[in-house]
């Protein structure tokens, strides 16, 4: 059965400093798409980033990168120089592709404070 | 502008009265999901829709049931709310399930007295 982990429940950084928050995903398929989301204090969810299974190229957007590696099953992600707008609990999520059942699981989030 | 509109944004009500949380999306979307989130648990799926008269049961299902006569609307009912589904509700639509991202609508704070 298909999992997200995200260790990490609740990270503390001071603003400018760099925060990686990791996902580690199991799943049996071949064919897989992995999700992150934003959920600022405001509460809305904010779609970020998705990677199917054949792409392994990492992706950097402004501040925001992403590490997918298959070997370690993860997918993480990494806010350089964090600013304070970034605190919000952020989620990471899988889909199978697979099997005709193309569920969605989300990790139970990592909340993300960042301090001035 | 597209996007997913519940209502309402807040309620609190007692148990076993009846209540309707309606969700719209205004994108042609053919898959919508409602979702709870709790605190330590994440997200957790209740019910999803794949089209039109077509719904299945999520992760949670329980005491919810759904409707989807319109491609756009997506009402989640709650025949006899009990305390234990005090929660923060999300509905969610996309162009297909699984492969494509899921568009939130703002989401629905329900407390059962």
């Known amino acids: 059965a298909q999992k997200v982990t995200q260790a990490q429940t609740e990270i503390s950084v001071v603003e400018k400093e760099d925060v990686t928050l990791d996902c580690v995903y199991e799943?049996?398929?071949?064919?897989?798409?992995l999700f992150w989301y934003k959920q600022p204090p405001s509460g809305e969810l904010v779609f970020l980033i998705r990677?199917?299974?054949?792409?392994?190229q990492n992706e950097i957007s402004g501040r925001y990168s992403w590490n997918f590696q298959k070997s370690t099953s993860s997918f993480n992600f990494t806010i350089t120089a964090s600013q304070v707008v970034d605190s919000a609990v952020y989620f990471c999520?899988?889909?199978?592709?697979?099997?005709?059942?193309?569920?969605?699981?989300f990790g139970k989030g990592t909340k993300l404070t960042v301090n001035p | 502008e597209a996007q997913v509109t519940q209502n309402p944004r807040y309620l609190i009500t007692v148990t076993g009265k009846k209540l309707t949380v309606t969700c719209s999306q205004n994108?042609?979307?053919?898959?919508m999901s409602w979702y709870r989130q709790d605190p330590g648990l994440g997200l957790r799926q209740i019910y999803y829709?794949?089209?039109?008269?077509?719904?299945d049961k999520g992760d949670v299902p329980e005491g919810y049931k759904v409707s989807r006569k319109e491609k756009r609307n997506f009402p989640l009912i709650l025949e006899s709310p009990s305390p234990n589904q005090t929660s923060l509700y999300f509905c969610?639509?996309?162009?297909?399930?699984?492969?494509?991202?899921?568009?939130f609508g703002n989401g629905t704070r329900l407390t059962v007295t």
């Open positions: 969610a639509s996309s162009f297909d399930r699984g492969a494509s991202p899921l568009h």
């Open positions: 799943t049996r398929d071949t064919t897989y798409y």
């Open positions: 990677r199917n299974s054949f792409d392994e």
């Open positions: 999520a899988l889909s199978e592709a697979e099997g005709g059942s193309e569920k969605l699981v």
């Open positions: 994108m042609n979307h053919e898959y």
């Open positions: 829709s794949m089209n039109v008269e077509v719904t």
